[in-house]
């Protein structure tokens, strides 16, 4: 089956620092990816749609200068939490779908900011 | 999007059938139904999807209920590594752009005791 690879699985970073979370999707092009975020006990909440060569579509409510999201090409799509806050802490997951109704998740990333 | 309703978590035990409902009464003519099972630290995978007809795979069943207002997803044989928060999602196909993205509800926790 279709593979989405996420990375790093978890990062520790101090507070006002940057990272970068990257999506690949291994065995299929995806012009679309999708962001999801999870804190501890909740359930996800779709942060937004990132598109291949333009601009992601972010949900309402997410700020798009803070959760920067690139598509540059069809298997790689990069969230940079920007300027990371301790309330930035959180189950970050990114997913694709190479055709047909199925979602592919990748395994997730554990960002603790300090 | 039309909302789903699940309950907020069950217990089985080892081997036994699982029975996981899901209302959807607003549900539109054009809405697939989706499950994904989470299991802990992890991102979600696909277990089933259906449109008005009952499905079966290797991971589970789900029945449609005729009018399509309700689903139930079927784990024959519960085993541990079946404990996981299972979300039922509605994904419109009908809206190109908007469809693409599924949004998670809260899911039910299934616990499988030995």
């Known amino acids: 089956g279709a593979v989405v690879s996420q990375h790093p699985s978890w990062v520790i970073c101090k507070s006002g620092t940057s990272v970068k979370i990257e999506c690949r999707s291994l065995?299929?092009?995806?012009?679309?990816m999708f962001w999801y975020r999870q804190f501890p006990k909740q359930s996800l909440m779709l942060m937004a749609t990132?598109?291949?060569?333009?601009?992601?579509?972010?949900e309402q409510g997410v700020e798009k200068d803070k959760f920067l999201i690139n598509h540059a090409s069809l298997t790689l799509s990069t969230l940079t939490v920007t300027s990371a806050h301790p309330e930035d802490s959180s189950f970050y997951i990114c997913?694709?779908?190479?055709?047909?109704?199925?979602?592919?998740f990748g395994s997730g990333t554990q960002l603790s900011v300090l | 999007d039309a909302k789903t309703t699940q309950p907020n978590s069950m217990e089985s035990n080892e081997e036994e059938p699982v029975h996981l409902p899901c209302n959807h009464s607003?549900?539109?003519?054009?809405?697939?139904i989706h499950w994904y099972r989470q299991l802990p630290s992890q991102g979600p995978e696909y277990v089933i999807h259906?449109?008005?007809s009952n499905v079966n795979n290797r991971m589970a069943s789900l029945a449609i209920a005729e009018d399509r207002k309700s689903s139930t997803l079927i784990l024959h044989r519960a085993t541990l590594r079946d404990a996981a928060v299972y979300y039922c999602?509605?994904?419109?196909?009908?809206?190109?752009?908007?469809?693409?993205?599924?949004?998670f509800g809260g899911g039910t926790r299934v616990l499988v005791k030995p």
């Open positions: 997913s694709a779908r190479p055709r047909g109704e199925k979602l592919f």
């Open positions: 065995d299929f092009q995806a012009t679309t």
């Open positions: 990132s598109n291949e060569g333009s601009k992601a579509t972010y």
């Open positions: 607003t549900i539109s003519g054009t809405d697939y």
């Open positions: 259906g449109l008005t």
């Open positions: 999602i509605l994904r419109d196909w009908g809206i190109k752009a908007a469809g693409n993205k599924l949004t």
